[in-house]
């Protein structure tokens, strides 16, 4: 949801705005801009639709002199105020020409701060509510652009990250963030920001994660920080382990066809941080899970999308192996609904990329209730992970299509770590059983590679259904909740009409949407509940729908009831969401390349939702 890029060092800008932009890609936006300060002044370019059309638009002009400058800072845009238009696209300057600003994130105040600037003789373009911004700061601009920007902050209400340049100060780029995501990198004579450390990584693996309010000021040969009184931080860079390849797409046609190839090894490493190869032990003291949280009464799981049905398969798993009272909320609805909290209460927070403006929400008024919160995410230095008591990392890598699937499962094998762990130190699970999970947990991923070594059979079936109208996955217990998870995902890569039932819930309502032009498929992985499950399946053929069941190979209770049967390799029903999701992860993603879509960029969808 917006990139942000910034670059002063040695090399023309434009090109590496436009190459950093184009790693952002994924994060969803419908226009984009570069600004660039050379021996020309301030520069701007922008434009509608597609980075290609701007990139196009400027092709002609580098190497003419224009754009000649080797600081900038550019902007892929997803609409928030004011629609998709080349005005409307950042970056935004003020009045004089010489600010410019590119933000992500939300104004709160805007109309307020807006109507004050043009009485100040302000003369706004845009519908946006970045463009205040620019004003604000020309307003309080005295010759010194970070005192300039430090007396803005205090105006700005809501969420920001800032990248911002001046013709006055053109040695500097300023980065400043505020509940929104913005990482800057340190290279040899040149320094960077960027929304996402993948955008970065061509130029260096060096990078600072801005604290919120936290002011950066970059310079070709070094970097300043300041907190927002303008007093001097020192601060600690990290070293990007990951490979740059890991952000490729490696000769997949798609990074979601990757990302799913990509499970059995983010499992493995997932689980090998935690469980050492021959050990039977979960280890999670090291990030500092011990047994004082045995002591904890109730557990509360807040996300939002993919991570959400995350925790609710964890709701039952914390509830089947540390018999502890859990629910799992949606993070939106959770920050407005005025909980109860107890300070023996365990918040898990769920989230990718650690930035999901909802779930960062929820976080925080737990925190402030005093409960102890335990996060797990998949970006190291996310807000989220720096503002949890715990955090527990999901080791799938860079995860870039915005169909979330490495880390979904990735998340399941952290929350059934935490989960086997706490019945241990509760002792509400036996050795025995304990034992038997950890060993299924280690089958993982070689089942998954299995699945997606007989991928073939989902691409032919979807090659046959991919014009449905209407999908329902249903399943019960885990089954249901891994249905929500590949409901969600056919709708957002294909635009089909998809919705996950609670199998028992059938005769409640969902039948009467049934007819020949629906395809359901029941996932059948809880045994003591196939009878009722194919009574289910029975109940929606007689209304002429296609059947599909997902359930063990061993299994051949459904082969005379259902149409089509897919088997994965058999676990324990607990675990098997798993296992179950791969191929429904598979069927989204052949629909949606079959239906001539673009996986990896669903209309309407950011990867990350960092506004309300
Ligand atoms: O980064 P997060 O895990 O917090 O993101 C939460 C949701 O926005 C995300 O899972 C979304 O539902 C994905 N598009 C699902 O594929």
Redesign the pocket.
């Known amino acids: 949801m917006c990139g942000i890029v910034g670059y002063v060092g040695d090399k023309e800008a434009a090109p590496v705005l436009i190459k950093g932009l184009k790693r952002l890609e994924y994060r969803g936006y419908d226009s984009a801009g570069i600004a660039v300060l050379g021996r020309a002044g301030l520069e701007i370019r922008k434009s509608k639709g597609a980075l290609k059309k701007l990139e196009e638009r400027i092709a002609g002009e580098l190497g003419e002199g224009a754009l000649d400058g080797s600081m900038g800072i550019g902007h892929t845009r997803w609409a928030t105020h004011g629609e998709p238009s080349d005005i409307n696209s950042h970056p935004h300057t003020d009045v004089s020409g010489k600010i410019a600003v590119v933000h992500n994130g939300i104004i709160e105040n805007h109309a307020k701060l807006k109507s004050r600037l043009i009485e100040h003789g302000a003369d706004f373009r845009s519908e946006t509510d970045t463009e205040v911004i620019a004003h604000l700061i020309n307003f309080y601009y005295e010759g010194d652009i970070l005192q300039a920007v430090i007396r803005a902050m205090k105006r700005l209400e809501g969420s920001y990250a800032l990248g911002i340049i001046c013709g006055n100060n053109p040695d500097r780029i300023i980065a400043v963030r505020k509940e929104s995501p913005l990482v800057v990198g340190t290279g040899k004579g040149e320094n960077l920001i960027a929304s996402d450390v993948p955008a970065l990584l061509e130029y260096t693996r060096d990078v600072y994660y801005l604290d919120d309010r936290e002011i950066a000021v970059l310079y070709r040969d070094r970097i300043e920080f300041y907190n927002e009184e303008g007093e001097r931080r020192l601060k600690e860079s990290h070293h990007i382990k990951w490979d740059a390849a890991a952000a490729e797409k490696s000769g997949y046609e798609h990074f979601m066809i990757k990302e799913i190839h990509e499970q059995p090894k983010a499992l493995r490493d997932t689980l090998r941080a935690r469980i050492k190869t021959g050990d039977t032990n979960i280890n999670l003291e090291e990030i500092g899970f011990d047994a004082s949280w045995a002591k904890m009464e109730r557990v509360i799981i807040a996300?939002?999308?993919?991570?959400?049905?995350a925790g609710v398969i964890g709701k039952y798993a914390f509830e089947k192996f540390a018999r502890v009272h859990t629910e799992a909320e949606i993070?939106s609805e959770y920050r407005y609904r005025n909980p109860i909290f107890n300070p023996k209460d365990i918040f898990l927070i769920?989230?990718?990329?650690?930035?999901?403006a909802?779930?960062l929400a929820a976080m925080r008024l737990a925190k402030k209730g005093g409960a102890r919160i335990i996060a797990i995410?998949?970006?190291v230095g996310s807000t989220?992970a720096r503002e949890a008591d715990l955090v527990m990392y999901t080791l799938a890598g860079p995860e870039i299509?915005?169909?979330?699937?490495k880390?979904?499962t990735t998340?399941l094998m952290c929350i059934y770590l935490i989960s086997l762990q706490l019945g241990r130190l509760r002792e509400t699970i036996g050795d025995t059983e304990l034992t038997d999970h950890i060993e299924a947990l280690k089958r993982l991923p070689e089942q998954a590679e299995r699945i997606l070594s007989e991928k073939e059979n989902i691409q032919r079936f979807a090659s046959l259904q991919f014009n449905k109208s209407k999908v329902f996955y249903m399943g019960r217990l885990f089954d249901y909740a891994a249905s929500l998870?590949s409901a969600?995902?056919l709708k957002?890569?294909s635009y089909t009409h998809s919705e996950a039932f609670a199998a028992g819930e059938l005769k409640h309502g969902p039948i009467a949407l049934v007819d020949d032009t629906t395809l359901v498929t029941a996932l059948c992985t809880q045994p003591a509940l196939f009878d009722k499950m194919g009574s289910n399946i029975k109940e929606v053929k007689a209304r002429f729908a296609a059947t599909a069941v997902i359930t063990y190979e061993d299994v051949d209770y459904f082969d005379k009831t259902a149409d089509q049967v897919f088997r994965i390799p058999r676990t324990l029903d607990s675990l098997s969401p798993i296992l179950t999701v791969i191929p429904c992860q598979l069927y989204a993603y052949y629909c949606s390349v079959l239906r001539g879509l673009d996986p990896d960029k669903?209309r309407n969808?950011?990867?990350?939702?960092t506004v309300e």
């Open positions: 996300a939002c999308g993919t991570a959400w049905h993070a769920i989230s990718q990329s650690g930035e999901t909802d779930t995410t998949n970006v989220l299509a915005v169909a979330s699937t880390a979904f998340q998870e969600l995902k957002e890569i669903p969808l950011a990867k990350s939702v």
